[in-house]
DNA sequence: CAACAATACTTTACACTGTATAGTATACTC
DNA sequence: GAGTATACTATACAGTGTAAAGTATTGTTG
């Protein structure tokens, strides 16, 4: 099975991220995983490719971080969506219609596509 | 309309193109507006985008280059899919398949996203 | 109880890709 | 003959995924 390359998923690991973190907090560890497991055999996201993009997503006030003691009695870094994360999740889906679309119409069908009609057997 | 951002579009443009040069060779030029037409509405490709990326694929040995006299007496440089092309726009289809599979998965619903259930009204 | 695996986060650095910008030159149109 | 559309070149930048190496803690297994 072919993994993702960065060149598909690029632009869109922050989008995921964010759909996540939509429906309530969690922790980097957990992101990685519940990611991998919900696009199993098509999602194989490492740790160290989650942490980064957490710290921009943070920086740019995306998401904010808070330390809390988990049940397990280990420190845990939960982030949690803000308002700004929010619209930022909404603009992202949209632009992912707008790409689904555009890709669609280009990738979809391949006739008709040049202005002028190739002769056959030319040697362009 | 909100144009897609470079993070959306982000290794998608060579796919695209690619893509345009599948049906015959064509030129910089035409293709370009043969994308913002294709799609339009949603891509707005500028010239500055697209010769780059053109130089990028030769260099990568995914097209090749012909100058050749057009019928209006212009010097057109015509690029065309090569085999290495072929292979390459097959793959970054099976990818697109993937990651509308796995962005469908984690964008589409946002339940049960979460391995512990949210406390209400839990400030966290 | 020692050893190892799983959990959990930090930091640094790199490569790839879209894109803006500025420049050059030719054909067409009014 | 002036302006617009066509057509390509070259450079440089910023954003993003990702690998790699390191540090700790908790849980498990012999």
């Known amino acids: 099975m072919t993994r993702l390359s960065k060149q598909t998923l690029d632009?869109?690991?922050?989008?995921?991220?964010?759909?996540?973190?939509e429906?309530?907090?969690?922790?980097?560890y957990a992101i990685v995983k519940e990611l991998n497991e919900r696009a199993e055999g098509i999602l194989q996201l490492g740790e160290g490719t989650i942490y980064p993009?957490?710290?921009?997503?943070e920086e740019k006030k995306l998401i904010a971080a808070r330390?809390?003691?988990a049940e397990n009695g280990r420190q845990r870094k939960y982030y949690r969506l803000i308002?700004?994360?929010?619209?930022?999740l909404?603009?992202?889906r949209r632009q992912w219609q707008m790409l689904s679309a555009a890709m669609g119409k280009v990738l979809?069908?391949?006739?008709?596509?040049?202005p002028q009609p190739q002769v056959k057997g030319a040697t362009i």
């Open 23 to 28: 429906s309530g907090p969690s922790y980097g």
């Open 53 to 57: 993009v957490l710290y921009r997503l």
């Open 108 to 114: 979809g069908s391949a006739e008709n596509l040049l």
């Open 90 to 92: 909404a603009t992202n």
């Open 83 to 88: 308002s700004k994360g929010h619209k930022a």
């Open 11 to 21: 632009g869109n690991v922050e989008t995921l991220i964010l759909a996540v973190l």
């Open 67 to 69: 330390w809390r003691l």
